[in-house]
C-alpha cells in the first residue's frame, strides 16, 4: 500500500531484535526516542489504568503506543495484528475495513483452548458487523466456526484459495518464486516473489484477496504488484545468513510453524541431512515440534532461549530423543551455534529454529541488519 502513495502504518508482533520493529510507517521504524518519549507521556494514563482496573499487560501498552503513534503521524491506512486471539485482545478496540485470519493452529491453549474450536472461536471475535472477512486455509472446524460468526454479523466471508489464483512459474528455492497472480480486481503476471517456502504462497493469496477489499473499500490500488512484490523482506523467516556453511533460520515458535517449515524445507532440499538447532518456550508443543523436524535431521543441538519462559527447558531432551538420531544439550545459545558449526558435514545445512527469543541471539552472530 506504501507503493500507492498512502502513508501506511503497520503493527505487528513480536519483535525479532527491537521493539520498534512492531511499529512502522511505510517500512520506516519508530526510533528508540520516539517510543521512549511515547512511554513516558503514557506513563500517567498507565498508572491511572493501574489503579482503575489493574495492571494492563506489556502488548496493552504496545498497542496504546502504536495507535497514539499513528494518529500523530497522520497514517491513512493500519495495518494491524492481533496479539493473541481476538475477542479480548487489545486491538479488538478497532472498526477495520477488512478483517482477516491466515490460520488457526492449536496454540496458547491454555488461553484461548483446549479445542481448536474453541481457537477459532476466540480468533474469530475481530469480526464486525457487515465488515468482509477473509481467510486464508480451509480447515472444515474453522470454516464453520468464521462461516457461523459472520452469518451472525451479516459479514461477507472470503475465502482466499477460491479468489486468488496464484500459478508457479519458477521455484527457486530459498531464492523464492516466480509467480502469475490473479484476484477479482488485480492481476500480474512473471512476478518475483523472494519469500521461499510453499506457506508464504497460502500468505499471500490472504494478501491478495485483502487487497481487493482495501481497493472496493474506497483506496483503490493502481500500481503493478511486481515491484511491490519483488522488494519485499522477511528477517527471520527461511533466512539464509550465511552461506558456507548454509545456515538457515526460521521461526518456527509453534506446531503449525514448524511443520510448514518443514514441508517447505522438504520441497527445497528433499534429500539432504542438517544439523538443527532449537530452543523453544516452556508452552510449545515440544513433542509435536521435534517430530515435524525429524526428517533429515542427524544431529539435535537443544538450547534454552533467554527469559523466564523456558525455564524448564531441560525437560525437551526427553522429548527430542525420539524424534532424533543423536541430541546434544548447550544452554547458551551463541554455545549451541558454535557446537552446530562444529558439526556440520560439507553436505549439510544448519537449520536454527524456535521461539524469537532464540533467534535474536543467533541472528546477530551472523548480520547486523
Given at each position: 500500500?506504501?507503493?500507492?502513495?498512502?502513508?501506511?502504518?503497520?503493527?505487528?508482533s513480536?519483535?525479532l531484535h527491537?521493539?520498534?520493529e512492531?511499529?512502522?510507517?511505510?517500512?520506516q521504524l519508530i526510533?528508540a526516542d520516539e517510543?521512549?518519549s511515547?512511554?513516558?507521556?503514557l506513563r500517567p494514563?498507565i498508572?491511572?489504568?493501574?489503579?482503575?482496573?489493574g495492571?494492563?499487560?506489556e502488548?496493552?501498552?504496545?498497542?496504546?503506543l502504536?495507535f497514539t503513534?499513528?494518529?500523530?503521524?497522520?497514517?491513512e491506512i493500519a495495518?494491524?495484528?492481533?496479539g493473541m486471539?481476538?475477542i479480548?485482545?487489545s486491538?479488538?478496540?478497532?472498526t477495520?475495513?477488512?478483517t482477516?485470519?491466515?490460520?488457526v493452529g492449536?496454540?496458547?491453549l491454555?488461553?484461548?483452548?483446549?479445542t481448536?474450536?474453541?481457537?477459532?472461536?476466540?480468533?474469530a471475535?475481530?469480526?464486525?458487523?457487515?465488515?468482509p472477512?477473509?481467510?486464508g486455509?480451509?480447515d472444515p472446524?474453522?470454516?464453520?466456526?468464521?462461516?457461523?460468526t459472520?452469518?451472525?454479523?451479516?459479514?461477507p466471508?472470503i475465502?482466499?484459495t477460491?479468489?486468488v489464483?496464484?500459478?508457479?512459474?519458477?521455484?527457486?528455492?530459498?531464492?523464492?518464486?516466480v509467480l502469475?497472480?490473479?484476484?477479482?480486481?488485480l492481476?500480474a503476471r512473471?512476478?518475483?516473489f523472494?519469500?521461499?517456502g510453499s506457506?508464504q504462497?497460502?500468505n499471500?493469496?490472504?494478501a491478495?484477496a485483502?487487497l481487493?477489499?482495501?481497493?472496493?473499500?474506497?483506496?483503490?490500488?493502481?500500481?503493478?504488484?511486481a515491484g511491490?512484490l519483488?522488494?519485499l523482506?522477511?528477517p527471520?523467516?527461511?533466512?539464509?545468513?550465511h552461506?558456507?556453511p548454509?545456515?538457515?533460520l526460521?521461526?518456527a515458535?509453534?506446531?503449525?510453524?514448524?511443520?510448514?517449515?518443514?514441508r517447505?524445507l522438504?520441497e527445497?532440499?528433499?534429500?539432504?541431512?542438517?544439523?538443527?538447532?532449537?530452543?523453544?518456550?516452556?508452552?510449545?508443543d515440544g513433542?509435536g515440534i521435534f517430530k515435524?523436524l525429524?526428517a533429515?535431521?542427524?544431529?539435535?543441538?537443544?538450547?534454552?532461549?533467554?527469559?523466564?519462559?523456558a525455564?524448564?527447558?531441560l525437560?525437551?531432551y526427553?522429548?527430542a530423543?525420539?524424534?532424533?538420531?543423536q541430541?546434544y544439550l548447550?544452554?547458551?545459545?551463541?554455545?549451541?551455534v558454535?557446537?552446530?558449526?562444529?558439526?556440520?558435514?560439507?553436505?549439510?545445512?544448519i537449520l536454527?529454529?524456535?521461539?524469537?527469543?532464540?533467534?535474536?541471539r543467533?541472528?546477530?552472530?551472523f548480520?547486523?541488519?
Amino acid at each position: 500500500m506504501s507503493g500507492e502513495g498512502y502513508r501506511v502504518g503497520v503493527f505487528t508482533s513480536p519483535h525479532l531484535h527491537s521493539y520498534c520493529e512492531r511499529i512502522r510507517i511505510n517500512h520506516q521504524l519508530i526510533t528508540a526516542d520516539e517510543l521512549w518519549s511515547l512511554i513516558n507521556e503514557l506513563r500517567p494514563a498507565i498508572r491511572e489504568c493501574e489503579q482503575a482496573v489493574g495492571n494492563p499487560t506489556e502488548f496493552e501498552i504496545l498497542t496504546a503506543l502504536a495507535f497514539t503513534y499513528f494518529e500523530r503521524q497522520d497514517i491513512e491506512i493500519a495495518v494491524i495484528e492481533t496479539g493473541m486471539g481476538g475477542i479480548y485482545d487489545s486491538t479488538n478496540v478497532v472498526t477495520p475495513l477488512v478483517t482477516a485470519i491466515t490460520n488457526v493452529g492449536l496454540d496458547h491453549l491454555q488461553y484461548l483452548g483446549p479445542t481448536l474450536e474453541d481457537v477459532a472461536y476466540n480468533k474469530a471475535g475481530i469480526i464486525k458487523p457487515g465488515v468482509p472477512m477473509v481467510y486464508g486455509d480451509n480447515d472444515p472446524v474453522v470454516h464453520r466456526v468464521l462461516s457461523d460468526t459472520c452469518s451472525r454479523q451479516d459479514s461477507p466471508l472470503i475465502m482466499a484459495t477460491n479468489t486468488v489464483e496464484i500459478t508457479r512459474v519458477e521455484n527457486n528455492g530459498l531464492e523464492g518464486f516466480v509467480l502469475d497472480l490473479l484476484t477479482p480486481i488485480l492481476a500480474a503476471r512473471g512476478v518475483r516473489f523472494p519469500l521461499p517456502g510453499s506457506y508464504q504462497l497460502e500468505n499471500l493469496a490472504t494478501a491478495m484477496a485483502i487487497l481487493d477489499q482495501v481497493h472496493q473499500g474506497g483506496f483503490p490500488i493502481n500500481t503493478s504488484l511486481a515491484g511491490s512484490l519483488s522488494g519485499l523482506r522477511w528477517p527471520g523467516r527461511m533466512e539464509r545468513i550465511h552461506q558456507h556453511p548454509e545456515v538457515i533460520l526460521d521461526a518456527a515458535h509453534n506446531l503449525h510453524g514448524a511443520q510448514g517449515l518443514a514441508r517447505a524445507l522438504e520441497e527445497i532440499y528433499p534429500r539432504r541431512n542438517r544439523v538443527l538447532v532449537i530452543g523453544i518456550l516452556d508452552d510449545k508443543d515440544g513433542p509435536g515440534i521435534f517430530k515435524s523436524l525429524s526428517a533429515h535431521t542427524r544431529l539435535c543441538i537443544l538450547t534454552r532461549p533467554e527469559g523466564n519462559r523456558a525455564d524448564n527447558w531441560l525437560r525437551r531432551y526427553e522429548q527430542a530423543q525420539p524424534a532424533f538420531p543423536q541430541v546434544y544439550l548447550a544452554e547458551g545459545i551463541e554455545q549451541a551455534v558454535n557446537r552446530a558449526l562444529e558439526e556440520v558435514k560439507a553436505s549439510e545445512y544448519i537449520l536454527i529454529t524456535g521461539s524469537f527469543m532464540t533467534l535474536d541471539r543467533a541472528r546477530r552472530m551472523f548480520t547486523q541488519t
